[in-house]
């Protein structure tokens, strides 16, 4: 994992990320993971943190509207005090009351197998809680199925089946 | 099922119903059932039709607010010029570009065995394709699995599992 920045005090932490950051402790050295659902998140970025754990391109124009039209977004960002770079993110759509559903969990892969797409959903679900939802859902892939079930995700609770509709 | 009322002309229908109505053929009977997504649904109504499934209740204004922050929602509405009754009801959330999920289908048990269900699912495909959404996912219950199944859903597509988290 690249060297951390030293963390500014939590005043100018809250002008980067908003009032509602979270520091990821990752280990023994310095800290330099911030999770915000507040800080925007730039589309280029994204499309390349994308691309570094092998998702196809959509049309910006698009990512932008979903990304405007969703529930809740998180970044997981390297601490920079002048460019925070974006190297997790997850989103939700839902309507704030009885469901959201969690997309798009990625990890940068530098950044993968510390910890921290744990800490992220930690967060999401606080970030949804705090909104009084009743009931979060996702799909999940089979490689990733163990590490939500870990998480205390029930998996097809009463035998429920996923299925998808794709725009022809 | 309950005699249908007449039908009046198609501009006292979208007074009734908004301009995206959709009149359901149900057999050789007169037409009286009329799907949209642009009536208002009323709450307490709402709650009869999901007593009348078998639904455990929710706070109304948690529906409300539900409701509100939904993507699409759709009626299905026994014809009355003076007070058309809801009969069925789906919803979805979603972004409205990449992702829509949808919940809460009921059909009155009334009204059921006669295909208004997949009539109002496409209904529902129609508008979200109208709205450009690429993909479409659902959450099916064991019993109604063949039946997302023989409108063409794809079940665990690339065997994703579906996972929940229950707020405490």
């Known amino acids: 994992m690249p060297e951390p920045s030293p963390l500014p005090p939590s005043d100018l932490l809250a002008n980067l990320y908003g009032e509602r950051y979270r520091i990821c ?5 310095r ?6 659902h507040q800080r925007e998140i730039d589309l280029i970025e994204l499309e390349s943190l994308c691309d570094a754990v092998g998702w196809s391109r959509r049309p910006l ?22 460019l925070p770079r974006l190297v997790g993110f997850a989103r939700c759509t839902g309507d704030g ?15 993968q197998g510390v910890g921290l797409g744990k800490q992220m959903m930690d967060y999401v679900i606080e970030q949804l809680r705090h909104q009084g939802v009743d009931r979060v859902s996702l799909f999940a892939d089979p490689d990733v199925v163990g590490f939500y079930e ?12 996923c299925a998808f509709w794709y725009s022809p």
Chains 1, 2 share one sequence.
Do not use: C, F, M
């Open 25 to 29: 402790p990752t280990g023994p050295a």
């Open 31 to 36: 800290v330099s993971l911030v999770l915000s």
């Open 61 to 82: 124009r698009r990512v932008r509207k979903a990304l405007q039209h969703s529930l809740l977004r998180v970044g997981l960002w390297r601490h920079d005090p002048r």
């Open 97 to 111: 009351v009885v469901e959201a559903t969690v997309w798009d969990v990625a990890v940068h892969p530098l950044y």
């Open 150 to 161: 870990a998480q205390g995700w029930e998996l097809e609770p009463l035998q429920r089946r």
